[in-house]
Nanobody, 124 residues
């Protein structure tokens, strides 16, 4: 029900925009987040956003470089990736939670729906 897209190969310093489109139900009242997982590493939190876009949270490693946003009319969440670094290389996953919260959790266990992942590869 969540379809992530927009990944690709980009040089260091470049940009990408990831999209996460929901289908089958409206996710406009759900909190949403992006996680990533590099080969041989654990999944890590990247960014989250409340259903109303009033609050966003970022991992320290991506703050000021990545921006999460959403368009509830399109049932889609975005992640803008700027100033990409080789260490940003990973599979990126979107997630959504039915829980309403002022501050969505950074824990993957808090989320109920997951997309299939889109690969981001940053070359040096």
């Amino acid at each position: 029900q969540l379809q992530a897209s927009g990944g690709g190969l980009v040089q260091a310093g470049g940009s990408l925009r990831l999209s996460c489109a929901a289908s089958g139900r409206s996710f406009s009242s759900y909190a949403a987040a992006w996680f990533r997982q590099a080969p041989g590493k654990e999944r890590e939190f990247v960014a989250s956003i409340t259903w109303s876009s009033t609050s966003a949270d970022y991992a320290g490693s991506v703050k000021d470089r990545f921006t999460i946003s959403r368009d509830n009319a399109k049932n889609t969440v975005y992640l803008q990736l700027n100033s990409l670094k080789p260490e940003d290389t990973a599979a990126y996953y979107c997630a959504a939670s039915i829980r309403a919260a002022r501050a969505p959790s950074r824990s993957g266990a808090w989320y109920d729906y997951w997309g299939q992942g889109t690969q981001v590869t940053v070359s040096s």
